[in-house]
């Protein structure tokens, strides 16, 4: 055949690449991301594989709409598509409803009709709904009303249970069939949102930004309009710790600690406690043993300092000193497909290198053959399962074994829920 290659390249079609996609149409897709150092304000976020949501340089893989990867790619950002979505038509669904109720809303604040928080939760929630995903059903038995072959047939089933207090609590969950279910609404509303707050993230000069609101020390416009920026107050005194927690003026924000005031925002930054009541939601109510909604007092301490942005110096330095410093964004990289955060690196290479040294099966074997309690708590199932959770549990959590083969098994399993968020680890 005369020109075999030539012939193709002349009259045949080939695929488009995917970045034109993301030019041309709305969509998804996943990406290797390359985000310059020279970034200060980096616009995409990741989860790292704790689940830290950060907004970092550096090598990451993600999933985005395509409109702020066409901003990312304005930005400097290089991306490399590897699957996507697209959609080759476009629609406005909720113009008439937003328009709707946000002139009601207007309406009843001028009249101060309480209406008006209502009108606003209506327009708040509406988008979320099309990206509900699953739904959750609990069923909450005491095991003292249950026959023994009930008994045994939970025990011994292959699902996740959890046992507080003679209580035993299982969980399922099921994927949501919902007709109204259609993610991509949802998505290119929140998307579409952070773009806006980011332009002005990017003409600012910012000193603290949230969901919806931003602090400057520029002055902008505002405006009655659906979308502009409102005027809340000037701040003449502030102290901005990380995300949702600062003080502004008399204004107080601490995530966990409900209406919180000045004097437990300078009880914290000092590094004391506070004392909040609150009142006991079921599984945790069931967990100690009282009835659920019993008030309760909790004492609160928080950690100071931010790890979702690099920091030359602590927080408590920082106060002590009467300043500020700028931060930095952290620089990750993507192995595996996971992305992972410098320190994480440095943590899982540490770990490594321990377990390489220490011979953590032997000592486990070692324990569970002199422990009884061990041995009666697992029910037999000690060489099948038994040995596989504990390691599973020392490698993945990063335990100190020492002081895990302090407890007993009991206590062992309430460590476990209580400060590591595992549930039903007592039932393999």
Not at 401 to 423: P, V
Request: glycine content about 4%.
């Amino acid at each position: 055949m005369r020109q075999k290659y030539p012939l193709p390249q002349s009259i045949k079609k080939v695929p488009v690449p995917m970045i034109d996609f993301i030019n041309k149409y709305e969509g998804v897709s996943e990406c290797d991301v390359s985000c310059p150092d020279h970034i200060h304000k980096p616009l995409l976020p990741i989860k790292t594989s704790d689940g830290k949501l950060i907004f970092p340089i550096g090598n990451f893989r993600g999933s985005y709409n395509h409109n702020e990867l066409r901003k990312a790619i304005s930005l400097g950002y290089t991306i490399i598509p590897i699957k996507q979505i697209i959609y080759t038509e476009t629609f406005y669904p909720f113009v008439s409803y937003v328009n709707t109720f946000y002139n009601k809303r207007l309406e009843f604040k001028k009249q101060e009709n309480n209406m008006e928080l209502v009108m606003k939760l209506l327009l708040n929630s509406l988008y979320g709904k099309f990206a509900q995903k699953e739904k959750q059903q609990m069923t909450i038995n005491n095991i003292s009303f249950l026959s023994d072959e009930k008994q045994k047939e939970l025990l011994f089933s292959s699902e996740p249970l959890c046992i507080k207090n003679n209580h035993l609590i299982d969980v399922k969950k099921s994927n949501f069939d919902g007709l109204f279910s259609f993610p991509i609404l949802s998505s290119y509303t929140t998307s579409y949102a952070r773009l806006l707050m980011y332009d002005y993230l990017e003409k600012t000069d910012a000193v603290y930004m949230d969901t919806d609101s931003i602090v400057c020390k520029d002055e902008l416009a505002t405006s009655k309009d659906l979308g502009a920026m409102k005027l809340e107050y000037k701040v003449g005194f502030g102290i901005f710790v990380k995300p949702k927690f600062y003080l502004m003026n008399d204004d107080v924000k601490i995530k966990g600690v409900n209406r919180a005031s000045v004097d437990d925002f300078m009880s914290l930054l000092d590094g004391k406690s506070v004392k909040k009541m609150k009142f006991s939601k079921l599984r945790e109510s069931i967990r100690r043993g009282m009835n659920p909604n019993t008030k309760i007092l909790v004492d609160k301490s928080l950690n100071l300092d931010d790890n979702k942005r690099e920091w030359k110096h602590n927080f408590s330095e920082l106060i002590l000193n009467k300043t500020y410093e700028e931060s930095k964004p952290l620089k990750v990289s993507c192995i595996g497909g996971i992305n992972y955060t410098e320190d994480e690196l440095s943590r899982i290479k540490e770990r490594q290198e321990r377990d390489l040294s220490i011979d953590y099966s032997k000592k486990v074997k070692d324990y569970i053959k002199k422990n009884n309690t061990i041995k009666k708590h697992f029910k037999g199932k000690t060489k099948e399962l038994g040995e596989a959770m504990i390691l599973t549990l020392l490698n993945g959590l990063d335990l100190d074994l020492i002081d895990w083969l302090s407890l007993d098994s009991q206590n062992i399993m309430e460590s476990l829920e209580d400060n590591y968020k595992i549930e039903g680890a007592s039932y393999v």
